[in-house]
């Protein structure tokens, strides 16, 4: 194993535990937090037992994801990490369920199809995993620090390094709740269960809402405000048919348990389906000051000898948004104002071919990305994807007046 592998394992694992406090996954984490709550009663084995099943789902849906982008690799075709939330499909079925597990945690609906099939102890262990796969999924896109650098080196690498060095970040995703686990005694730091768990509960259902507000946010961006109205109905139509299922059908038998399940499935990926087949938004908004990339123009601006600033980043990324709020900052435009610095902005929200052959030209497959062409230079230094005003400025100013 060499060093420059070595290095990118230590810092996948990094980012692999950072990325449990950025804003992508914090809100999935509510169902891993119930869940450890819950089975403080069942003693440090179950906790235990729910960490493990955790992590299998997180490395499964990291395996997976991994051999897609190897898949697409072989085949000539380059994607990028967090490549998941560019299908419109998958953002919609991840609306849809972040939704409904955010009804069931306000106890408008309860989900009992798995414990009837499975018994109370399988289903727990069903829903760690799941919580892991969900965690993933979304979670992934994010830009935690050190893991950029991680991520990029490894969409280089040959296959089986790709494979380690994801593995390693999802072991990095999970060992803070292995560390957990495994402690002696650490079971006892948390409460008593008492009542005060269903108003967590409750109150954890809000950053569901909130994820899939933000979802919401993905999808239209990707597909324009054509989007909106029937994706609203969809979402009050499964709200609709839980409360029919809590209400009407309710539960009690195995069967018909299954059936309401099955029926809802069907909606939910129907739905999906119908919505991800959608005209998709052709006109996507450029901030002003912007103008939207492509390598011809750049091209065309760096032969007129023109000092480029160059930003990818996509709806989806919340390290990205956050960014733009700084590069949109008085101060930050006043530097580019006074030095003529040209501002090109590629947004890979939804797939694109032209912008993924740039990053994987300029050595990354991930967003969010920042490169500054300076007029007179035969290379280029990229921009840290992590930064404050300070940073920005401070390499900004070094970069223009050297």
């Not at 796969?133 to 994010?142: Q, R």
């Not at 990205?320 to 580019?336: D, G, H, P, V, Y």
């Not at 071919?353 to 280029?380: C, D, E, K, N, W």
């Amino acid at each position: 194993m060499d060093t420059t592998l070595l290095n990118a394992l230590v810092l996948a694992f990094a980012g692999g535990v950072l990325l449990n406090f950025m804003p992508c996954v914090f809100p999935i984490l509510s169902l891993k937090i119930i869940s450890v709550v819950r089975q403080k009663s069942a003693g440090d084995n179950r906790i235990l037992q729910g960490c493990v099943f955790y992590t299998v789902g997180v490395l499964a849906t990291m395996l997976a994801l991994t051999g897609v982008l190897f898949i697409f690799r072989t085949t000539g075709n380059l994607l990028g990490w967090g490549f998941q939330l560019q299908s419109p499909f998958l953002v919609t079925l991840l609306l849809y369920v972040t939704f409904l597990l955010g009804l069931s945690f306000s106890g408008y609906y309860e989900i009992t199809f798995g414990i009837s099939i499975l018994g109370r102890a399988g289903s727990q262990n069903l829903e760690s995993f799941l919580t892991g796969v969900l965690s993933t999924l979304i979670g992934t896109p994010c830009a935690a620090p050190f893991m950029v650098s991680a991520v990029s080196f490894s969409l280089l690498q040959p296959g089986l390094h790709s494979v380690f060095i994801f593995q390693f970040m999802g072991l990095g995703m999970v060992f803070p709740y292995l560390a957990f686990s495994c402690i002696p005694g650490a079971i006892m730091l948390l409460p008593k269960p008492g009542k005060w768990m269903e108003y967590l509960k409750q109150l954890l259902a809000f950053p569901m809402y909130l994820t899939a507000a933000w979802l919401l946010h993905v999808l239209v961006s990707q597909k324009g405000v054509v989007a909106l109205f029937p994706t609203i109905c969809s979402i009050i139509a499964i709200a609709f048919l839980t409360w029919i299922i809590k209400n009407v059908v309710k539960s009690g038998s195995t069967l018909r348990d299954a059936a309401a399940l099955c029926f809802t499935i069907i909606f939910v990926v129907t739905s999906a389906m119908y919505i991800s087949k959608l005209k998709v938004a052709e006109d996507i908004p450029i901030h002003k000051g912007f103008v939207a990339f492509s390598e011809d123009s750049l091209q065309d601006l760096l032969d007129k000898g023109e000092t480029v600033f160059v930003a990818v980043g996509a709806e989806w990324c919340l390290t990205c948004k956050t960014n733009e709020l700084i590069i949109n900052s008085e101060a930050i435009q006043r530097i580019f104002h006074t030095h003529g610095v040209k501002q090109m902005k590629a947004d890979w929200t939804n797939m694109d071919s032209g912008i993924a052959q740039y990053l994987h030209s300029m050595g990354s497959s991930s967003v969010p990305f920042y490169v500054l062409y300076v007029h007179g230079r035969p290379t280029t230094e990229p921009i840290p994807q992590i930064f404050s005003e300070a940073k920005l400025t401070d390499f900004l100013l070094r970069s223009l007046t050297d």
